[in-house]
Structure formats: structure tokens, C-alpha cells
């Protein structure tokens, strides 16, 4: 005999508590390992469908030595078979007496609301996120290297880093910044301030840094929550393209250009932000980077132009290897972003 149960998933309100642990945990910087937690308290499934049955199991008549006028159910007690009606009128009755052989499962936050249904599977795709957005003083601008920590730890290293650097709240166009030894505590980042390399004519031209003024490197990380386990609840909205092209710069040519292609995604006014290294390491050679208009095709064009702080021959190919995404914020967010990078426009 067999007993379906099926409970309707639109009838079922989850629990206060439920529903504070969940907003609570995606409220924070690492949502996927909160979430974890709090479903290790309440239950990772939930049953929409529950299937119960009692078995009668037959004697095997070629088995001569038992009595094969007995059958035994699932709990392990002999039924004469001719008490069989009466068994099944009052086995219903024998809670105890049913085993669950089937359950139909939906993941537990399918109970939710939908607003927090959708901040969950956000998580669990693949999609690169701008995971983190921070400004970092340096110790010692006139160094050109610094160590920099992240607050936990994250899982893996597999992410982009995107920044500038800015003086008293003011962008430096002619510093390069290069990031490396990325790993899940932290990465570094080295810095060359081109107007150091350049010749004044008077000591009154000399460039010096005052180390009374702010410098501030302000990076992002880019990568998918799920892998990275790292999410500022503060850039969730932002939606994000990015890519990696590689160009060889001629060094009879001046000023050259590529296509990026980026989909229908791409829209004017976009934010488009460069991180751009160069093989090998230039000495005294600025290359300056340009976004070119935005198309109706979803492309632009980057241009890289040689700027010489020295006047020297540029004798040698380089190997500009550009990575770029684009990311597509709210106006009322988009201010704090623009610096970053450059607006599409036509």
C-alpha cells in the first residue's frame, strides 16, 4: 500500500528567523560561505512531494524450512496471510509502520521571496562582478612598490585588478601602474611616475614629491562570487564586461589603434577602464591610452600613443597587452566610478 503526500511550495511562508538569517548573510562580504552556514541550521532541501509505503515481503516457497503461510512487512513482524484485510484496514493507522521509498526536493531557498531568490542564484552563476572597490594610502610614494593585504582571505586567485592612482583626490595621468604576485591575501603593485624621468631645464622645473600630499591608489577586483568568495554588498548592481587583447606596438609608429568588440551588452556612457602591460618594461618611454568613440555595433577603439619624457629613438617592438572591461552603473552611482576610467561617449 502506498500513501502520497504532496505539500503546495506557493502556500509555504518561511520563518522570521529564516528569512533574517538569509538577508543577514547576504548582506555581508562573503555571502556564499554565510549562506552555508545558515543552511547547515535550517536544511539545504525542502520536500514538495513525500511517497510512504508498507511492504509485505513473501516467503520464497522454494525456501521449505519456514512456513510459507507467513509474509513479513517492512518492520520485521510475520502477517498470517490470512490477516491480510485486516492488516490494511488498520495500517493507516500505524504511523510507525510506513517508510518513506520516494521524496521529491527543491533547494531550500526556492521558499523564499523572490527578491531574495534572486540575490541568491546572482551568487551562483558565472558571471564576473566587480568584487571589490577600496583606496589604499601608500606608505611611501617615492618607493614605487607596496605589499597590499586584503581584510579575509579569499578562495582563490583567479581575479582581475583594475587601478589608479590619485594625488590630494586627483587623478595622475602619466604614472603606469603594474599589479602582481596576486594571491588569495593580497597582491602587489608598482608604480612609475614618468615625471620623474623628465630633464627640467632649471632646478625650478625639477619635479619633486612633497610627502604632505595623499597619494592613494584606488583598485577593484573583477571575478565570479562563487570562485573568488568575496562580494561588497555595495557593487552587486553593476554589471560588467571585460576581456584581454594584445598589441604589438610598432616602434616606427607613433600613435596606433585596435577594435575591442564587446556585444550588444556595450552602451554610450558605459565606464571603461584600462590596465595596460607593456614586454618589456619601458625605460623612459609613456605610453598614453585613449578610449575612441562608442559604435552603434557595440565596439570601440583604444588608441596607445607614444609620449617620450627623454628625447630617445624608440629602437624596439613592445608587446602591449591590454585588459579592459566595461561596467554599466546607475547614474546615481556613476560619479564615484568616472575617474576610474572613461565614459563612452559618440
Not at 554589471?239 to 594584445?246: N, R
Not at 595596460?276 to 552603434?296: A, D, H, Q, S
Not at 568616472?338 to 565614459?343: A, P, R, S
Request: contains cysteine; aromatic residues 12%.
Amino acid at each position: 500500500e502506498q500513501l502520497s503526500i504532496e505539500i503546495n511550495i506557493q502556500a509555504l511562508k518561511p520563518t522570521r528567523n529564516l528569512k533574517l538569517a538569509i538577508q543577514t548573510a547576504l548582506e555581508s562580504n562573503t555571502p556564499i560561505e554565510n549562506l552555508k552556514l545558515v543552511l547547515q541550521e535550517f536544511g539545504n532541501f525542502f520536500p514538495t512531494k513525500i511517497i510512504l509505503e508498507n511492504l509485505l515481503v513473501n516467503w520464497k516457497e522454494n525456501i521449505q524450512q519456514f512456513d510459507s503461510s507467513y509474509m513479513i512487512e517492512m518492520g520485521g513482524d510475520p502477517i498470517d496471510l490470512s490477516q491480510i484485510p485486516e492488516w490494511l484496514e488498520n495500517i493507516s493507522n500505524q504511523h510507525s509502520e510506513w517508510h518513506i521509498i520516494k521524496r521529491v526536493v527543491i533547494p531550500l531557498y526556492k521558499i523564499l521571496d523572490k527578491n531574495q531568490q534572486r540575490d541568491i542564484e546572482n551568487l551562483l552563476i558565472n558571471k564576473d562582478y566587480v568584487l571589490m572597490k577600496e583606496n589604499t594610502p601608500f606608505f611611501n610614494y617615492s618607493t614605487g612598490y607596496q605589499r597590499i593585504l586584503f581584510d579575509s582571505q579569499l578562495k582563490s586567485n583567479n581575479y582581475q585588478l583594475f587601478g589608479i592612482v590619485t594625488c590630494n583626490g586627483e587623478k595622475l595621468e602619466n604614472v603606469y601602474v603594474r599589479f602582481s604576485l596576486k594571491t588569495v591575501y593580497g597582491f602587489s603593485v608598482s608604480w612609475h611616475d614618468f615625471r620623474q624621468d623628465y630633464i627640467p631645464v632649471n632646478d625650478s622645473d625639477r619635479i619633486t614629491f612633497d610627502s604632505s600630499q595623499t597619494y592613494i591608489l584606488q583598485w577593484i577586483i573583477i571575478g565570479c562570487p562563487s570562485e573568488i568568495g568575496y562580494f561588497d554588498p555595495t557593487t552587486r548592481n553593476i554589471s560588467v564586461k571585460s576581456g584581454v587583447k594584445e598589441l604589438k606596438l610598432k616602434h616606427d609608429m607613433t600613435t596606433q589603434s585596435t577594435p575591442i568588440e564587446v556585444g550588444k551588452s556595450l552602451f554610450q556612457k558605459n565606464i571603461v577602464i584600462l590596465d595596460v602591460e607593456y614586454t618589456p618594461l619601458p625605460t623612459y618611454l609613456f605610453f598614453k591610452t585613449k578610449i575612441g568613440e562608442w559604435k552603434e555595433d557595440g565596439s570601440f577603439e583604444i588608441q596607445i600613443q607614444e609620449e617620450n619624457s627623454k628625447p630617445i629613438a624608440m629602437d624596439d617592438d613592445y608587446i602591449a597587452k591590454i585588459r579592459w572591461c566595461v561596467l554599466k552603473i546607475d547614474d546615481p552611482q556613476k560619479r564615484t566610478w568616472e575617474h576610474l576610467g572613461e565614459l563612452l561617449l559618440n
